[in-house]
């Protein structure tokens, strides 16, 4: 499996940054992650929120490999428990799509462009995360849910 994280912003604060290096050095002995991270636009410099969800928007979708399965993280999107996440990567897998490409958009979300190119949306839950720790979140479960299809243990 390759995973792709294109997230809006980039992590300022060490311990953000040091939580995703240690997920995704986890996730190194089960698969190929990749983080792209993109300038987050300041509205007031980009002529309004619209213009800069655009502009961020074609920052994202230059981001996304080729012919990746996109998933957008979204407070309105699929909810799964970490083991129904599981079994759905693994049938994604059999299902031939090994080059999964998660988005993570800006704190106004994402232009209609990235949400068009999305195959799917994907959530939390109905609770709002700030979007670094959106990142950690998804590398974690991404870790957890390479461990449970493996079987092998983690803490529940």
């Keep these: 499996m390759r995973y792709a994280v ?15 290096a240690e997920y995704v050095k986890r996730l190194g002995a089960y698969a190929k992650v990749e983080m792209r991270e993109v300038a987050d636009i300041d509205p007031a410099r980009a002529g309004g929120v619209e213009a800069s969800r655009a502009r ?26 970490s083991e129904q996440f ?3 990567l693994d ?7 090994s080059d999964l490409t ?3 958009g800006g704190s106004d979300g994402v232009s209609p462009e990235v949400r068009a190119r999305a195959n799917e949306t994907f959530s939390f839950g109905p609770i709002t995360l700030p979007h670094n720790l ?5 590398l974690e479960q991404l870790y957890r849910a390479c461990k449970i299809s ?3 243990p983690y803490h529940k």
């Design 102 to 104: 998660f988005v993570i």
């Design 6 to 20: 294109v997230a809006v912003g980039k992590l300022k604060e060490k311990f953000w940054v040091q939580a995703c």
């Design 91 to 97: 049938e994604l897998a059999l299902r031939g799509k």
């Design 134 to 138: 959106a990142r950690v979140v998804l």
């Design 56 to 81: 961020e928007g074609q920052e994202i979708l230059a981001a996304i490999p080729a012919r990746s399965h996109v998933i957008l993280l979204a407070i309105d999107g699929k909810q799964r428990s």
């Design 86 to 88: 599981s079994a759905y």
């Design 150 to 152: 493996r079987g092998e």
